[in-house]
C-alpha cells in the first residue's frame, strides 16, 4: 500500500509512467453548493466501473448554504478506492481536493489528514480583492506545510474561466476530470458519467461540462507528477454500485411492496426520493404524509387492506411513531420500518452518523412489544433486508424494523448483481372466503402464529383494536385474557428465534478479546481486528445482524474469551471520567442488551463524535483494552 | 322484521343482506347516548345500499364514539386517540374496491387528531365520515373539549371553560379541497338518515357533523338544545338533502341554501344562534387523492421483475 505520495519536482514534468498502488484515500472539500459530492460520487462511480473496490462518506454540513469559507461549513466527500475490495472510510486521507483555505479546517478537526498528505488547494484566494482572504489564505499555506502536507496550489479557477464564464459552476468536473487523470481513469467512462448526471440538461451544459472535464484531465497531465494505477479487483460477477439509501428503495421495489409511506426526515429522505422517481413504473406509490405519525398510521391502513407497506425515517420520527408502532404489534398487523438512523438526541446531529435508536426501537412503546430487528451492516444487506424484512413481517404478522446509519446512507459501495427471485415479490391479495370457524386471531399454541382475515375476504369481518383483544379481536373484559394473548405475541418471536443460526465468529473462537459490533461499523472492526490479529493479538469478532431477537449462542461464543466489548457508535459514559462508577455507568446501546441477555460483563467502546469510526481508532482501542487487563 | 319483505321477494340466488347482517353485538354505550341512534341509522344505511360487508371497512380513533366499530359486522379498525383519518386513507389508497367509513368524536378529530383532519378534508378521497360532537369527553369522565361551550363546566376547568369552542363546521369549511359539509342531528333520525345517505352517495371525502347528546355529562345541553326548537334550521335546496313533508313540516325555521355557495356557507356555518340542519357545502369536481393511489394496481410479479432489473440496470458497473 502506498501510504504517502511521493511529489516530485514541480510543476515542470515529463510523460510520467503511472505508479502502481493497492488504494487511496481521496477528499474534495469545498463550500456547500461547489458540486464537490457531485464530483466525488461521479470519482467513485467510475472507479467501480473500472473494478476498483470503492467506499465513500459524505461531508455534509448542518445548514444548505452556510457561510463561505467557514470551517464548520465545510462540504464535500471521502473517496476509498483499492484494488480490492473497500468496506469501510479507512484512516487518514492519501489525496484532499480543498476549494478553498478554510474548509480543510473542518477536516483537519477531525484527524482527517496526516503528515505526507497531498493537498491539490484552489490558489484563487492568493490573489483575492480582499486582504483579508489574502492573509488568510498565505496563513493557512504555511500551516498545511508546517503540518507536513504537500501543499501543490492549483489555478483552477483560472482554468475554468477559460471555458466557462462562471467558474463556480463547473468546477467539479474540471476537478474531476484531474482526478481522473491522477488516478488514470478512462476518460470514456468519465464522459459517459457526465452524460448520465446532466442527462436531464441541456446540450449547453453537457458540452460545457465534457469540456471542463477535458480540460482538467490535460491540464493535470501537462502539469502534475500525480499519477497512479489502482488495479481493479478480480470479480467474475456482474456488480452494481450505489449507496445505502438506494439500495433500500431498490430493496422495496425487489419485496413487491406497493406503498411508501413517509415524512421527510435527514439522512432517511434520499431512499423516498428514488422510489418516488421509479415506483410508478413498479407498480407502487410514495406517499408523502401530513408528519411522521400520519405517515406510519397511512402504512399501517395500506398493511391492514392487504399490501405490507413501508415507513422510512429517522431517530426523530421513529419517536414520533411510537405509539403506532405499538398498535401495528397489538393488532398484528405486518409492516416494514426503515430507521436511516442520526446523531441524537433530539434533533442532534441530523447529518451525522449515530447508532442511536436501537434501545428506543426496541424499547420504545409503553407495555410488551416484542419484534423482530434487522441491522445491515453493508449497503448490499440494505437491499436484501428489505426483501427480507417484508416476508418475515408477514410470516410473523408483526412489523419490522431495518436499522441502518447515515454512513450507510451515503456511502457508495459495489457488491454482486442480485440475482432476482420471483418469491421476492409479494402475492396479490387473498380474497378467498375467509372459514368462519377460523378467529382472527387463532394462535397457535406452540408458535403464537395466526393467520390474517383480509378485507375483502367474505367470512372475516371483524374488528382490529388496539385494546386489550380476545381470539375474535372482541374487546377482552377478562384478566387472564391479556396475560395469554402477550404471551402468544412474544412467543412468535422465540419460535423465529430458534430458526436463526449462530453468529460466526471471525478469527480464533477462543481468545483474551472478543469484539462485537452491529450495523455499519463492520468493515472498520474487520479491518482493525485483521491488523491486530496479524501483530498476534489474541482477538476475534463478531457482527450481529439480528437485534431482537438475538441470534442464539451469543453466551456460548462469550464464553470463550477473556474479555467481551462492543464497538459502537452511541453513548457511553467512559470508565475513569468523574463520577462513574460500576453502579452508575451508562453502557452502549448493545452492550446493555448483551449483559442482560447473557449476563456476561460485556464492556464497551463507543462515541457520538457523528464520525464513522476509523479502523485506527478502533485498532487502538483493543490494544489498549488488551493492555489494561494486563495491568 | 323491517326489510324481509323485500327479502322474500328477491332472486335467491343473489345475496341480500338484512339488517342482521350488518348488526353486532350489543353496543355498550349509556342509555340515552346519541351514539345508538347513529348506529342504528348506519345500519340501515348499509342495508339500503346492500353493501358487502366484506368490502366494508369502519375505522375509528379513541374515544366513546370510536367503539363503534365493534358493533358494525363489517371489517373495522378501532386504532389510536386522534388517528383514524392516516389509517382509514391508507386503508382506501390502493382499494377503491372498499367502503370505507370512518366515526370520530370531538376530542378525537377537533383536538389530538386535528391535524390529521385538516389533511383528509384535503386529501379528499373517497369515505363518509361522522363526527360525533357531544362537545365533552365521555370515556375520560367530562374534561372540557375544544367544542366545549364558552363557559362549560368540567373536571378541567371547574369554574367553566375560558376558551370559545372551535365549530368543526366552519373549520373543514375552511380546509382546500374540501368537497361534502353537511351537518344534522342525533335527536332527528330522519334527516340523520338522509343525511348519511347523501354523504355515502358523494364521491369525495363526505363529512357528516352529527350534533350529539351526551346523558351523563351534558345533560342540561342536550335538554335546552332538544327543546330550543327556534335554533334548528332546515337548510331547502334541489341540491341539498331533503327529507320527506311530516320531517320537514317539524322544523320551524327553514332557509334555502345553494350548496354550492362557499361563503354563504361559511356565513351560515358561523352564525351563532342557530343550528343549520343539512348540507353546506359539496363540490362534485374536487380531486380524490384515491385516484392517484388506484393509478397503476395490478403489477404483476413478471412486470415487476422487468422494472426492477431496470433500475438495477442504471447502477450495473
Known amino acids: 500500500m502506498s501510504d504517502t505520495i511521493e511529489t516530485k519536482e514541480m510543476p515542470k514534468k515529463q510523460v510520467s509512467k503511472a505508479t502502481k498502488i493497492d488504494e487511496h484515500i481521496v477528499e474534495i472539500v469545498s463550500d456547500s453548493g461547489e458540486g464537490a459530492q457531485k464530483c466525488g460520487q461521479s470519482f467513485a462511480s467510475i472507479s467501480a466501473k473500472m473494478g476498483n473496490g470503492v467506499w465513500t462518506v459524505e461531508i455534509i454540513p448542518a445548514e444548505i448554504q452556510p457561510p463561505a469559507r467557514s470551517r464548520a461549513g465545510a462540504s464535500g466527500i471521502r473517496i476509498r478506492i483499492g484494488s480490492k475490495k473497500i468496506t469501510n472510510m479507512g484512516n487518514e486521507a492519501n489525496l484532499v481536493i480543498a476549494l478553498n483555505d478554510q474548509v480543510p479546517y473542518g477536516r483537519i478537526d477531525q484527524s482527517a489528514y496526516k503528515e505526507g498528505t497531498v493537498m491539490l488547494l484552489e490558489n484563487k484566494w492568493a490573489t483575492d480583492p480582499d486582504e483579508d482572504i489574502r492573509n488568510k489564505y498565505a496563513h493557512a499555506l504555511e500551516d498545511f506545510n508546517q503540518r507536513g502536507y504537500k501543499v501543490i496550489e492549483i489555478p483552477m479557477e483560472d482554468e475554468c474561466l477559460k471555458i466557462v464564464k462562471n467558474a463556480r459552476k463547473g468546477k467539479n468536473m474540471w476537478v474531476l476530470g484531474m482526478l481522473s487523470y491522477i488516478y488514470s481513469r478512462e476518460t470514456e467512462k468519465g464522459e459517459a458519467q457526465i452524460k448520465r448526471i446532466f442527462r436531464k440538461k441541456s446540450d449547453t451544459i453537457i458540452n460545457s461540462n465534457l469540456g471542463l472535464y477535458h480540460a482538467g484531465y490535460n491540464w493535470a497531465k501537462d502539469n502534475l507528477n500525480l499519477h497512479f494505477d489502482i488495479a481493479p479487483m478480480k470479480s467474475e460477477e456482474d456488480l452494481v454500485v450505489m449507496n445505502g439509501n438506494e439500495a433500500i428503495g431498490l430493496g422495496v421495489l425487489a419485496s413487491g411492496m406497493e406503498v411508501c409511506s413517509m415524512y421527510p426526515i435527514t439522512p432517511a429522505t434520499s431512499a423516498s426520493h428514488l422510489l418516488a422517481e421509479v415506483f410508478d413504473k413498479s407498480g407502487g406509490l410514495v406517499h408523502q404524509a401530513e408528519d411522521e405519525i400520519a405517515a406510519i398510521g397511512f402504512a399501517i391502513g395500506c398493511s391492514y387492506a392487504g399490501k405490507t407497506a413501508v415507513t422510512i425515517t429517522s431517530g426523530p420520527g421513529i419517536a414520533l411513531k411510537t405509539e403506532f408502532l405499538g398498535l401495528a404489534t397489538m393488532a398484528e398487523i405486518p409492516l416494514v420500518v426503515v430507521d436511516v438512523q442520526r446523531g441524537g438526541p433530539s434533533t442532534g446531529l441530523p447529518t451525522k452518523v449515530e447508532q442511536g435508536d436501537l434501545l428506543s426501537v426496541l424499547y420504545g412503546q409503553p407495555g410488551a412489544v416484542p419484534k423482530i430487528v434487522l441491522a445491515a451492516a453493508t449497503i448490499e444487506e440494505c437491499f436484501h433486508f428489505v426483501i427480507l424484512a417484508r416476508q418475515l413481517a408477514e410470516s410473523f404478522r408483526t412489523p419490522v424494523y431495518i436499522l441502518t446509519d447515515a454512513n450507510l446512507a451515503t456511502g457508495q459501495q459495489p457488491f454482486p448483481r442480485p440475482k432476482i427471485k420471483k418469491d421476492w415479490f409479494s402475492l396479490p391479495i387473498d380474497q378467498s372466503p375467509w372459514d368462519t370457524s377460523i378467529n382472527p386471531f387463532e394462535w397457535d399454541e406452540d408458535t403464537g402464529l395466526s393467520k390474517r382475515p383480509i378485507p375483502g375476504q367474505v367470512g372475516g369481518q371483524h374488528t382490529v383494536t388496539g385494546l386489550a383483544h380476545d381470539r375474535g379481536s372482541r374487546v377482552s373484559y377478562k384478566p387472564e385474557e391479556n396475560q395469554e394473548s402477550s404471551e402468544y405475541r412474544s412467543r412468535k418471536f422465540a419460535a423465529f428465534q430458534k430458526s436463526l443460526n449462530k453468529p460466526p465468529v471471525y478469527g480464533k473462537d477462543k481468545g483474551d478479546l472478543l469484539i462485537v459490533g452491529w450495523g455499519s461499523t463492520l468493515g472498520a472492526i474487520e479491518e482493525a481486528v485483521e491488523q491486530a490479529q496479524g501483530e498476534g493479538l489474541k482477538v476475534s469478532y463478531v457482527h450481529l445482524r439480528f437485534m431482537s431477537p438475538f441470534e442464539p449462542g451469543l453466551k456460548e461464543i462469550f464464553d470463550n474469551f477473556k474479555q467481551v466489548m462492543t464497538i459502537e457508535i452511541n453513548y457511553s459514559d467512559k470508565k475513569n471520567n468523574p463520577q462513574y462508577t460500576e453502579s452508575n455507568r451508562r453502557y452502549s446501546q448493545l452492550s446493555w442488551l448483551l449483559r442482560a441477555r447473557t449476563l456476561v460483563d460485556v464492556d464497551c467502546y463507543s462515541n457520538v463524535e457523528g464520525q464513522p469510526l476509523t479502523p485506527n481508532r478502533i485498532y487502538n482501542v483493543i490494544v489498549e483494552k488488551l493492555e489494561t487487563n494486563k495491568k | ?317
Open chain 2, 1 to 317: 322484521m323491517y326489510g324481509l319483505k323485500s327479502e322474500l321477494e328477491l332472486d335467491l340466488a343473489s345475496k341480500h343482506y338484512s339488517l342482521e347482517d350488518y348488526e353486532k353485538g350489543v353496543a355498550r354505550w349509556c342509555p340515552g347516548c346519541g351514539d345508538h341512534g347513529v348506529l342504528t341509522n348506519m345500519h340501515k344505511l348499509l342495508r339500503e345500499k346492500q353493501l358487502d360487508p366484506a368490502k366494508t371497512v369502519f375505522v375509528s380513533g379513541i374515544g366513546c364514539s370510536s367503539r363503534f366499530p365493534h358493533y358494525m359486522d363489517t371489517y373495522g379498525f378501532h386504532g389510536l386517540h386522534g388517528r383514524a383519518f392516516p389509517v382509514a386513507c391508507g386503508v382506501k389508497f390502493r382499494r377503491p374496491d372498499l367502503d370505507v367509513f370512518v366515526v370520530t368524536g370531538d376530542g378525537d378529530c377537533c383536538s389530538i387528531g386535528a391535524g390529521a383532519w385538516i389533511h383528509a378534508v384535503r386529501y379528499n378521497m373517497n369515505m363518509t365520515v361522522v363526527l360525533l360532537n357531544n362537545e365533552i369527553y365521555g370515556l375520560t369522565k367530562k374534561q372540557t373539549s375544544p367544542t366545549s361551550r364558552l363557559g362549560t363546566i368540567s373536571n378541567t376547568n371547574p369554574e367553566g371553560s375560558i376558551l370559545p369552542p372551535l365549530n368543526p363546521v366552519q373549520t373543514t369549511l375552511g380546509v382546500a379541497n374540501a368537497s361534502f359539509v353537511a351537518q344534522t342531528a342525533d335527536w332527528n333520525p330522519a334527516h340523520m338518515y338522509e343525511t348519511l345517505k347523501a354523504a355515502y352517495e358523494h364521491k369525495g371525502f363526505s363529512f357528516v357533523h352529527i350534533i350529539q347528546r351526551c346523558p351523563i355529562f351534558q345533560a342540561a345541553l342536550g335538554d335546552e338544545l332538544t327543546s330550543n326548537k327556534d335554533a334548528m334550521v332546515y337548510l331547502e335546496h334541489e341540491n341539498g338533502i331533503t327529507v320527506n313533508e311530516d320531517i320537514a313540516k317539524t322544523f320551524k325555521n327553514k332557509a334555502n341554501h345553494d350548496p354550492t355557495n362557499l361563503s354563504e356557507a361559511m356565513h351560515l356555518a358561523t352564525e351563532d344562534h342557530h343550528i343549520h340542519m343539512g348540507l353546506y357545502y359539496q363540490n362534485k369536481n374536487a380531486p380524490c387523492y384515491d385516484d392517484h393511489g388506484a393509478s397503476n394496481l395490478g403489477f404483476t410479479v413478471e412486470q415487476k421483475e422487468e422494472a426492477l432489473n431496470i433500475e438495477l440496470d442504471k447502477y450495473a458497473i
